[in-house]
């Protein structure tokens, strides 16, 4: 069973994942949370120095950053992934976000086939604001076909190097239910989404309906992007969100 920490001070909690991110967060009662996309992808620096001016000008303290969505130009091996990850996880904890060396702010990391940014950019981010009766509202970090633990993407991840139609149905069941399970650990499920995400290259049409729509993740459609997921060898991702408060900037 997942572990879920609430952040009361923060007005939100989080299911514990790995250094890089959590599997996802849900506001706690009194606060909703909202999601802000760019309207173009705005690089990593940049892009943390424009969401700190956000969250500044809105009387928001850091802290209250949740959840966020990187384009990156291409996988990375593992080693590289790691070297970003710390990176990336250095301005959080700059931020004051750390938790007792916990990672609460939920992510997704993918790259674009076509269309690609020079370097690793936001396309997204979410903060927690007070909101008084305000609908329940959650993130869940987007999850490829590797089994979460320890060892190597070969050792974990869903039939390794198979892009068969059939190994990428059976991708897509794991990720399904890695969604299914980190939204338990919130209480929710996908009849409380707003937004279904699908990150492949591959043809998801063989198992939308039976698997995708027929679980109950089609119930807003679903936004298929044309990526890949952040490290080699990974062909199939997902995210989802129940978020009632989104805009573009």
Not at 128 to 153: H, N
């Amino acid at each position: 069973m997942s572990q879920t920490i609430d952040l009361p001070e923060d007005g939100y909690a989080f299911v514990k994942g790995v250094f890089q991110y959590s599997a996802g967060v849900g506001a706690l009662p009194g606060h909703r949370i909202v999601r802000v996309r760019f309207f173009n992808p705005v690089p990593l620096d940049e892009g943390f120095a424009r969401i700190k001016a956000y969250l500044t000008g809105l009387g928001r303290p850091l802290t209250a950053f949740c959840a966020c969505e990187l384009r990156s130009p291409a996988p990375f091996t593992e080693a590289g992934f790691m070297a970003f990850n710390r990176i990336y996880a250095g301005t959080l904890q700059a931020w004051g976000i750390f938790r007792d060396g916990e990672n609460p702010v939920a992510r997704s990391n993918v790259c674009p086939e076509l269309n690609k940014p020079a370097v690793p950019s936001f396309h997204a981010f979410s903060y927690v604001e007070p909101a008084a009766g305000a609908p329940a509202s959650f993130v869940i970090a987007g999850s490829g076909e590797a089994m979460e633990g320890s060892g190597t993407y070969a050792e974990k991840t869903v039939r390794y190097q198979d892009i068969s139609a059939d190994a990428i149905a059976e991708k897509a069941r794991f990720v399904l239910g890695a969604m299914e399970r980190r939204m338990a650990a919130l209480g929710r499920s996908w009849a409380d989404t707003t937004g279904v995400q699908v990150y492949s290259v591959h043809d998801i049409h063989p198992f939308l309906a039976g698997e995708i729509v027929g679980r109950g993740a089609g119930r807003n459609g679903v936004t298929w992007h044309y990526c890949r997921p952040p490290v080699v060898d990974l062909e199939y991702e997902m995210d989802c969100r129940g978020v009632a408060a989104e805009l573009v900037i």
